[in-house]
């Protein structure tokens, strides 16, 4: 009993340390999407063309941090017309390069680590826009679509399916400070959170876990620390396959992450683990649902690559700029909670939730929440804020 208490304060020290950037990420995405229509995104992403990717890469950011749902959107993108690069360059950018991340990368781990992210994700999306060039046939692409328009469900397709933005024309301010935009932030919030504390909540217990109980000896010998060189190369192989066998997606791998790293896993090893979030075994599966069999292997494949060529660069570039941190401190666990500035975020952070909480409730946010796992080709999928604005 011990041991767990040990491993459940090492979590709980770690969930309260990020409560706040988590909040505070998710709010900006949820404004961002209140006033993005999710036809503007479909529109924009009609491409492959490097200017194309940028724009997918851009709206990415702003979109969700849950890897299922951004999986899901991905493939409702692909069905409605965006070319297959862009709805992927969407989904990585979606998942590895959103604000909330680069917070919590930050506190838990360094400003270091959060540059590495954001100059990693772009980079990975190039290497993954040349794989598809060199690679992707014309007969797999159309198999991939035929199986796509079939709308066979995979996970999180209701949440994916609806487009909770601002309906009303105006300027953006005029939309994202009217009653309508107030439900459609509280509503788009509220549901991020929903689709992300199953992997958040299993990162930091898997975090935890590890922290408290395997010694660091152990994963100093797994990741060569003894061997500088073969510890670099190591790194961004072996980092993405520890991710797969995880099951942990998302935000959610960041805690694991920062405990990999004082165990000894090199920085590109990092960086490579984080971006591995897109193919976890239950995601390969959704994949292969999504796209067939053949198409999620493909994209197994060359997400690995991407993410594996991503990771040495990084390691490249930061170790000879000197950006790679010398010393392996990453927040793992705290002495307990005390009145400093961490605590007083929470607490104005957790009050705006509070309200948040409330308009979503008093704006018919309890019936969404139970169509989050539902058909990808669902009514609910033009969900109208409108209706709620009386409130």
């Known amino acids: ?26 709010l900006l ?58 709805a992927m360059a969407f989904e990585i950018a979606s998942t590895n390069l959103v604000i909330e991340l680069g917070i919590i990368l930050a506190l838990l781990m360094g400003w270091r680590f959060t540059a590495a992210e954001f100059v990693g994700g772009p980079i990975m999306i190039v290497v993954l826009a040349v794989l598809f060039r060199l690679f992707l046939r014309e007969r797999l692409l159309r198999a991939a679509r035929e199986q796509a328009e079939r709308g066979v469900a995979g996970s999180m397709e209701g949440h994916a399916a609806m487009d909770m933005s601002v309906q009303r024309e105006g300027s953006f301010w005029q939309r994202l400070l009217s009653g309508e935009g107030f439900t459609s932030v509280a509503h788009v919030f509220v549901m991020e959170w929903a689709a992300i504390l199953r992997d958040l909540v299993i990162g930091l217990l898997i975090a935890g876990a590890i922290a408290a109980w395997v010694p660091d000896s152990f994963w100093q010998h797994f990741f060569l620390v003894d061997h500088p060189l073969a510890a670099k190369i190591w790194g961004p192989l072996v980092g993405p396959l520890v991710a797969v066998v995880s099951f942990v997606c998302s935000i959610g791998n960041v805690p694991l992450a920062a405990v990999l790293w004082n165990g000894g896993i090199s920085f590109g090893g990092v960086v490579a683990f984080i971006f591995a979030d897109l193919i976890i075994l239950p995601i390969i599966m959704i994949y292969r649902k999504y796209y067939g069999t053949r198409m999620a292997l493909f994209i197994t494949g060359t997400f690995y690559v991407a993410m594996v060529v991503a990771g040495y660069l990084i390691e490249l570039v930061f170790g000879v700029t000197g950006l790679v941190p010398g010393k392996r401190h990453a927040v793992v666990m705290e002495a307990g909670v005390s009145w400093n500035y961490t605590t007083w975020l929470n607490i104005a952070f957790l009050l705006l939730t509070a309200v948040l909480l409330v308009r979503f409730v008093r704006t ?28």
Request: glycine share 12%.
């Open 364 to 391: 018919g946010g309890i019936p969404m929440l139970k169509m989050m796992g539902g058909s990808p080709d669902a009514e609910h999928a033009g969900h109208d804020h409108a209706a709620h604005d009386h409130h």
């Open 1 to 26: 009993m011990g041991a767990i208490r040990h491993a459940l304060a090492i979590a709980g020290s770690m969930t309260w340390e990020i409560l706040w950037a988590l909040i505070l990420g998710f």
């Open 29 to 86: 995405s949820a404004i961002v999407q209140a006033v993005v229509r999710r036809s503007t995104v479909v529109r924009l992403l009609g491409d492959g063309r490097p200017r194309t990717l940028t724009i997918a890469a851009g709206l990415g950011v702003a979109s969700s941090s849950c890897s299922y749902a951004a999986v899901a959107l991905a493939r409702s993108l692909f069905r409605k017309g965006a070319s297959f690069i862009a």
